[in-house]
Nanobody, 127 residues
Framework: VQLQASGGGLVKAGGSLRLSCVAS????????AGWFRQAPGKEREFVIG????????KIKDSVKGRFTIFRDNAKNTVNLQMNSLKPEDTAVYFC?????????????????????WGQGTLVTVSS
């Protein structure tokens, strides 16, 4: 599975962005997926994820109510809709996926839980 993320850019605080992660080699409907981010000087952190069966999502507290994750099976993408962006959301965002999971309904939030990673896309939120 190969992942390619896109959609990052510069946006003012309060604005919105949609990140897209295109998967090749496997339908996204068969993948557990997540988005992580890494700010300068900080470790990569989990932001939001979706279970393999699509029935469950898990969201970092600081982005609840602002970020959503959804799959577009027709385009074979996993997308991150980000609204009401804040300067502290500034980071490189990475999509991740895994095709072999213990539970199809569980959302994995650890870096080590994912085998496939996109290249990262930079999101900069200005104040």
């Amino acid at each position: 599975v190969q992942l390619q993320a896109s959609g990052g850019g510069l946006v003012k605080a309060g604005g919105s962005l949609r990140l897209s992660c295109v998967a090749s080699g496997r339908p996204v409907s068969g993948l557990a997926a997540g988005w992580f981010r890494q700010a300068p000087g900080k470790e990569r952190e989990f932001v939001i994820g979706i279970s393999q069966n699509g029935g469950s999502t898990k969201i970092k507290d600081s982005v609840k109510g602002r970020f959503t994750i959804f799959r577009d099976n027709a385009k074979n993408t996993v997308n991150l809709q980000m609204n009401s962006l804040k300067p502290e959301d500034t980071a490189v965002y990475f999509c991740a996926a895994n095709s072999i999971v213990r539970s199809t309904g569980y959302v994995y939030n650890g870096v080590s839980n994912y085998d496939y990673w996109g290249q990262g896309t930079l999101v900069t939120v200005s104040s």
